[in-house]
């Protein structure tokens, strides 16, 4: 079953970032570096499409390095953009940012024209980490300066350098069903919008194909790689149990506990350095996403009436 979460009070963060991005030269967009195109908003780049973005790839330390580079050199190929990797042990990552952001608003910079910056990013990804790291000794301004509303919180990084939190969440509807996964396994979406044991299934069955060793190692399986590639996901994910001790009586698995040790392994990183997707991957899940929302889309209207309107009475809906 596809993962979909509603947060809610969206509004007023879309509200907030409409009225301050007029104002703002650059975007950071934090991701997860383990699943970056899942853990992007698309929500985001139509408020702030037209903006200069950065996108910033962040808890690369527990992330498969190599396909961080993939991404990055993904992300640097497209227009207005550039992406950098960072993780949490960087303890002075504002040298980093900065320098992002003046190679993409050369202009910007000194005190008559300060570079001014938006950064946002989902749930989990670290934004609260990363902010406390760059603000620092500096007090971190919110709400009650003049032109700061009451949600934002603004963190002066040099004399000319602004940087401006998003306040409250934006979170992106789901039409890629393997980025639902990847987020819930990551521990971006709330506990009670998925099933455990099913999250658990789908990265077993992710990471059985490309990191079968590591698998196999951190959970003492004692099985090649290339078994433990060719094993069943509930079949791996009952041996998980078992080796683990999580049973129910009679020999059964408790597979609820064993789908929270998996889910455990991957977030922690013990599980070792693991990125859920590649961008030729995330382009042939979202192709088909795509299609299958514009279908459900199809559907909805024709239920509803809309279908039987003449093409020209939808125009500019
Ligand atoms: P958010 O504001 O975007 O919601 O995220 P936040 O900074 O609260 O970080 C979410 C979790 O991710 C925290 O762990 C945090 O320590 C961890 N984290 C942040 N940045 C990094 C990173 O670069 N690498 C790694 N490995 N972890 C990172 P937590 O378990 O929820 O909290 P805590 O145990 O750290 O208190």
Not at 8 to 27: F, P, Q, W
Not at 82 to 105: F, K, M, W, Y
Not at 207 to 216: D, F, M, N, P, S
Request: charge should be neutral.
């Amino acid at each position: 079953m596809a993962i979909q979460w509603f947060p809610g009070h969206m509004h007023l963060t879309k509200k907030a970032i409409g009225e301050r991005i007029k104002d703002i030269d650059v975007v950071i967009e934090l991701l997860d570096a383990r699943l970056p195109a899942s853990s992007a908003n698309p929500m985001l780049a139509e408020l702030t499409g037209h903006k200069p973005g950065l996108k910033v790839l962040n808890k690369q330390d527990l992330a498969d390095p190599e396909r961080t580079q993939q991404w990055l050199a993904h992300y640097n190929a497209l227009p207005d953009t550039r992406a950098i990797g960072l993780d949490a042990s960087q303890t002075t990552p504002a040298r980093q940012l900065v320098e992002a952001c003046h190679a993409l608003a050369p202009n910007r910079g000194g005190m008559a024209k300060p570079m001014r910056v938006l950064i946002c990013g989902i749930p989990n990804v670290g934004k609260s980490t990363l902010i406390n790291t760059l603000a620092g000794g500096r007090k971190a301004k919110t709400g009650d300066e003049a032109g700061i509303t009451k949600l934002e919180q603004r963190i002066t990084l040099a004399d000319d350098f602004y940087l401006w939190d998003t306040p409250g969440m934006l979170w992106p509807r789901i039409i890629v069903a393997k980025s639902g996964y990847n987020l819930a396994a990551s521990g971006a979406v709330g506990r009670n919008a998925f099933d455990d044991e099913e999250v658990a299934l789908e990265l077993l069955d992710y990471v059985k194909r490309h990191y079968a060793k590591g698998l196999a190692a951190r959970f003492k399986l004692d099985l090649d790689a290339a078994t433990v590639a060719d094993m069943q996901d509930e079949e791996l994910l009952d041996a998980i149990g078992r080796k683990r001790g999580a049973l129910l009586g009679k020999g059964r698995v408790n597979l609820q506990k064993a789908a929270e040790i998996v889910m455990h392994a991957f977030r922690d990183g013990s599980l070792g350095r693991i990125t859920l997707e590649t961008p030729e991957e995330f382009a042939a899940w979202l192709a088909e996403g795509e299609q299958l929302d514009a279908e459900r889309r199809a559907k909805k209207e024709a239920r509803s009436g809309k279908g039987k309107r003449a093409p020209a009475a939808d125009a500019g809906t």
